[in-house]
């Protein structure tokens, strides 16, 4: 094979490696594949003295940028810097000088999608991101062409692959968070600062980008309402197995008549439910739509080569396009402006564990708080703590999120509350 596209390699982290791996190592493969070679035409670092620990060509090292995006002869160029800037100023310019991009970059993606959308679009080349969201896992090719057909209806994923494991440790072995955290952090899943894990953001990152996609309508970050894992505890997780269900982080998204639901939270998914039973870093992503019915995509959401496997697709997909003359054929699929509903709007069932004083009445008078804002007790389970405090477990019917808070917020002024200690929506129907 005699005709060769050259890439320039923004990154040489735990993603750049992989990729560099992959074009190295299954060249030959892929060329038959694509019928083109690919070469790597040069990397860019931050820093050229940090031993790589692959055996990567000194000569493709530069910490210029302009190396690579002022290089005429590079047409794709893969950015996996990571950070919004200076990624989002390279990928810009890439674009500019009519060069196909390459990202995995979630956080770019999902606060500067349009606008790179845009300039991808005026000047006719691919802006390719299926290593954001789902790591491993093909979901957004998927999205935008397999189930092309469809009018989507709902995504439910376990999108973030530490909070996954944390959970896992928590439900199958006992362990505390704190505990199942510091030995997510020494196997290397957590990072040292594990807030946007934990506290929610890293998954609505990319379930802002996969909303986008999937409803043909932008959702923005600012769009998802975000709870992180930071308040389960072992308590949650014993009364959630007695009642039927799993506690997951879940990135939840829904096209309803009155606008687009985006959230992410704990949730209490039922025992039966396929998602229950996606344990450890492993993600799934679960979708509905009027055409497939029901489908789920499963695998690793993150990590070296399963991410270097998305990216070097889009590679892949770009090459092809480039030499068949169609870049930038899939542009933006944001092609309507649909409303984004407020968490207040959201329907739901609702667990609720509460501190109570353990005298006669007090069910009665939180029951009565709930009937008076419309919302009805679908199960209650007391538990005695010590002599003067029970905790109360329940779950509530389907009800408007505002509804409920409503009714917590005159709760929790009864004398008899010592304290509202969770609630955690409920999705989906047990067998
Ligand atoms: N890691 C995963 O499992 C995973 C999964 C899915 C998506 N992603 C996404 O992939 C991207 C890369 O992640 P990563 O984990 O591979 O990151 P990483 O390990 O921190 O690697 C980043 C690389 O980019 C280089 N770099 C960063 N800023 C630079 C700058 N201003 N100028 C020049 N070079 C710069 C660094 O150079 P030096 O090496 O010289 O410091 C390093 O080689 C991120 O957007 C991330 O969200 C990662």
Do not use: W
Not at 9 to 19: F, H, I, P, R, S
Not at 101 to 108: G, I, L, R
Not at 136 to 160: E, F, H, S, T, Y
Not at 223 to 242: F, M, P, Q, T, W
């Amino acid at each position: 094979m005699e005709n060769v596209i050259k890439v320039g390699l923004l990154g040489l982290g735990t993603v750049g490696k992989g990729v560099y791996r992959l074009l190295t190592g299954n060249a030959e493969n892929i060329s038959q594949k694509i019928c083109t070679n690919l070469e790597i035409a040069g990397i860019l670092v931050r820093d050229m003295k940090k031993p790589r620990g692959i055996p990567v060509n000194q000569d493709l090292l530069t910490d210029n940028y302009t190396d690579l995006i002022d290089n005429p002869e590079i047409d794709i160029i893969i950015e996996v810097m990571g950070g919004v800037h200076p990624a989002l100023e390279y990928v810009t310019q890439a674009l500019k000088k009519g060069k196909c991009v390459v990202t995995a970059n979630k956080n770019m993606i999902a606060l500067h999608g349009k606008e790179l959308f845009e300039a991808a679009q005026e000047n006719h080349v691919d802006l390719l991101f299926e290593g954001s969201a789902g790591g491993g896992i093909p979901i957004i090719r998927p999205l935008k062409q397999c189930l092309a057909a469809n009018r989507l209806q709902k995504i439910m994923g376990i999108i973030n692959g530490t909070t996954n494991y944390i959970l896992t440790k928590m439900t199958l072995e006992g362990k505390s968070l704190s505990l199942s955290l510091s030995e997510a952090q020494a196997k290397g899943y957590a990072e040292a600062d594990p807030a946007s894990d934990i506290e929610g953001l890293d998954a609505a990152y990319k379930l802002s980008i996969l909303a986008s996609i999937a409803f043909n309508s932008r959702v923005s970050l600012e769009d998802v309402h975000i709870e992180g894992i930071s308040k389960i505890n072992e308590r949650d997780i014993l009364y959630a197995k007695e009642l039927g269900y799993i506690i997951k982080l879940l990135g939840i998204a829904k096209d309803t008549d009155e606008g687009i639901e985006a959230r992410v939270h704990p949730t209490f998914v039922p025992a039966g439910h396929p998602l229950s039973a996606v344990n450890d870093v492993f993600n799934a992503i679960f979708i509905q739509g009027d055409a497939i019915g029901e489908t789920m995509f499963y695998g690793r959401g993150a990590g070296e080569m399963p991410t270097a496997s998305a990216v070097v697709s889009d590679v892949m997909d770009a090459a092809r396009n480039l030499l068949n003359g169609v870049a930038g054929y899939i542009g933006c699929t944001c092609y309507e402006q649909k409303p984004v509903l407020p968490i207040g709007f959201v329907e739901s069932k609702y667990y609720l564990r509460l501190l109570v004083a353990d005298r006669p009445g007090v069910l009665a008078s939180i029951a009565y708080a709930f009937g008076d804002k419309g919302v009805s007790l679908a199960s209650v389970i007391q538990k005695n703590t010590d002599k003067k405090l029970a905790e109360l477990v329940m779950v509530t019917h389907q009800v408007k999120e505002q509804n409920l808070q409503d009714a917590l917020k005159v709760i929790e002024k009864l004398p008899a509350v010592d304290e509202i200690s969770n609630v955690i929506r409920v999705e989906g129907e047990k067998n």
